[in-house]
Each structure stands twice: as structure tokens, then as C-alpha cells.
């Protein structure tokens, strides 16, 4: 652990000599992010993943990618209603199968059941992955069941 926290320490630094730079900034915020996660200080990642958001508004595949990123670090926090705020917002602007996955998950953990099922009943119209619709299939079956 002490590793990653020298490791974060570095690249904070970095940070501050790179202010001009927003492209570079960005590739250390992720990698800032991803090192807390690494160590479970999501908190930490949420807040490096929210720079991460506030430079690429205009940049809707960073931006979607570090929405599931961010509400995956609640989902690790069991803050299961904030995880499912991000997902949501990622779900009415993209059809990306991963993230319904997740937000059925999350809404499984509160007994949504009737959401999960309907989530992912919609998400096997778009999924093309034999894989993805076999777990699909097993996840449905288990929520009914």
C-alpha cells in the first residue's frame, strides 16, 4: 500500500507543474483514481474521478466511462442509492450492456426486483455477446425466482 500512495503522491505532483496541459491532467486524474481504488479509498477515487468529469463535459465516452467508474466506487461503498444515480444517468444517455448489468445489480440489493428484470430484459434486445445473454438469462431466472 505504501507503494501506491508514494506512486499517488507523484503523480499529484505532476498535477500541479501541468496545469496547462488538460489532456495530461486528465490521464493523471484516472491514474490517481484507479491507484485509490486499488487500495479501497474510494472516496478518494470518487473525488479524482469527479476532476476527471469536470474537464470532459464535452467528451461523452471519458465522461459515460468515468460515470460507471464513479458509481462503481459508491456500489464498493455500499452506497447502493448513489451508485444507482450514476448508472441511471449513464442508461438514459447510452445503451451500454455493462452498466445495465451493474444497475440491475444494484437494484436487486434493494429488492427491485421488477426493475432488475425489466432492465435486463431490455438489455438482451442490444446485447450481441452469447456470454452476456447467457449471464443475462442467469440473472433474470435468479431475480425471478
Not at 4 to 26: A, F, P, Y
Not at 91 to 117: D, G, H, M, Q, R
Request: charged share 15%; hydrophobic share 35%; aromatic share 10%.
Amino acid at each position: 500500500m505504501s507503494n501506491v500512495l508514494l506512486e499517488i503522491k507523484k503523480l499529484k505532483q505532476n498535477i500541479n507543474t501541468n496545469n496547462n496541459n488538460n489532456d495530461e491532467n486528465i490521464e493523471l486524474f484516472k491514474r490517481i483514481a484507479s491507484n485509490y481504488e486499488s487500495i479501497s479509498q474510494y472516496n478518494n477515487a470518487i473525488k479524482y474521478h469527479n476532476k476527471i468529469l469536470q474537464n470532459t463535459i464535452n467528451n461523452p465516452s471519458i465522461y459515460l466511462l468515468t460515470m460507471n467508474n464513479i458509481g462503481t466506487c459508491y456500489y464498493k461503498l455500499n452506497d447502493i442509492n448513489n451508485s444507482i444515480k450514476y448508472f441511471d444517468i449513464i442508461i438514459k444517455n447510452s445503451n451500454i450492456p455493462e452498466v445495465a448489468i451493474n444497475l440491475a445489480v444494484c437494484y436487486s440489493i434493494i429488492k427491485k426486483y421488477n426493475k432488475a428484470i425489466e432492465l435486463l430484459l431490455n438489455t438482451l434486445l442490444i446485447v450481441k455477446n452469447n456470454k452476456q445473454i447467457d449471464s443475462i438469462n442467469f440473472s433474470i431466472a435468479n431475480y425471478y425466482y
